[in-house]
């Protein structure tokens, strides 16, 4: 398929620079009621006017709308990494903070993400580091590696040799013996009703 977008879209008002996009593809996805659009632009486009365009593009379909940008590698620059997490935010919710204020520093290859608001153990959990290798390679057919620190990160070894030492209590395989009942008099003891 090849178009702009404003060419299948005539009624809807977007920015020029997303208007002009040259539709690579479109995919749906039945399960969610998604419509995946990979479209060429020839400048970067911020993620918040990529969400725009396709929300307003979903309303008019009544079906989920993405839009996903496709640059040539060359126009891959480490700022872009920034709208990416913009994007892996709106995918994956629980994210949302670990990277306000997240320092990236790299050699063109190798990319370290330092956050500041703590996390990195969950978001390695989640994959977070392969998804942004791979939107990178989607987006701008480019391979970089990724990594993740984090400057005031408490690990779970180090939170439990910080806190006060616990009671040990020793367990043993063998259950108790049963106590002997004790009676205090008195009582129907023994007795039988007449």
Do not use: C, H, W
């Not at 398929?1 to 977007?14: A, C, P, R, T």
């Not at 496709?70 to 620059?77: G, H, I």
């Amino acid at each position: 398929m090849s178009g702009k977008i404003k060419e299948l879209f005539e009624d809807i008002e977007l920015p020029a620079v997303i208007a002009e996009g040259e539709v690579l593809t479109i995919a749906r996805r039945r399960a969610k009621n998604e419509l995946n659009f990979n479209v060429s632009f020839s400048e970067l486009v911020p993620m918040k006017e990529l969400f725009a365009a396709s929300d307003a593009i979903s309303q008019k379909l009544g079906a989920e709308a993405v839009i996903y940008p496709k640059y040539f590698s060359e126009q891959f620059t480490t700022s872009y990494l920034y709208e990416i997490f913009e994007l892996l935010k709106r995918k994956f919710v629980g994210i949302n903070g670990y990277f306000d204020d997240a320092v990236i520093d790299d050699d063109g290859q190798t990319f370290e993400i330092t956050l500041k608001s703590g996390g990195k153990s969950m978001l390695l959990g989640m994959g977070i580091d392969k998804k942004i290798e791979a939107y990178v390679k989607g987006i701008f057919d480019k391979n970089i590696s990724v990594i993740l620190s984090s400057n005031n990160e408490l690990d779970v070894e180090e939170y439990v040799s910080r806190e006060a030492p616990v009671e040990r209590v020793s367990v043993t395989s063998e259950a108790p013996k049963p106590a002997k009942p004790k009676y205090s008099g008195g009582g129907s003891r023994g007795r039988r009703p007449q």
